[in-house]
């Protein structure tokens, strides 16, 4: 499956921005899908991860009051709906699609368990 995330963009501390992500490919509703974040000089970090169907949700706890994950399966498409953003919240910010499980749960936070990866989409928080 091949992703492509957009969405990404300058905005000011407290206010929003929605990511996307598309996919292409293989049937999209095969895969768990996550988000994930890389600030420079840090580490890349879990966001947040929805299954399959979309029922199951599971979120970092930094974002987890702020932040929406969700999918479209007939788009083939997710989402990450990002409010009341943070400076810290400037990254890069990744999709990613999982073929093992078909929920979402903590086993998701672990970046090695994707199998496909999309670009990324730069999002910065101005303060």
């Known amino acids: 499956v091949q992703l492509q995330a957009s969405g990404g963009g300058l905005v000011q501390a407290g206010g929003s921005l929605r990511l996307s992500c598309a996919a292409s490919g293989r049937t999209f509703s095969s895969y768990a899908m996550g988000w994930f974040r890389q600030a420079p000089g840090k580490e890349r970090e879990f966001v947040a991860a929805?299954?399959?169907?979309?029922?199951?949700?599971y979120y970092e706890d930094s974002v987890k009051d702020r932040f929406t994950i969700s999918r479209d399966n007939a788009k083939n498409t997710v989402y990450l709906q990002m409010n009341s953003l943070k400076p810290e919240d400037t990254a890069k910010y990744y999709c990613?699609?999982?073929?093992?499980?078909?929920?979402?749960?903590?086993?998701?936070?672990?970046?090695?368990?994707?199998?496909?990866w999309g670009q990324g989409t730069q999002v910065t928080v101005s303060s």
């Open positions: 929805i299954s399959r169907s979309g029922r199951t949700k």
């Open positions: 990613a699609a999982d073929e093992t499980y078909a929920n979402a749960g903590v086993f998701l936070k672990d970046d090695r368990e994707y199998d496909y």
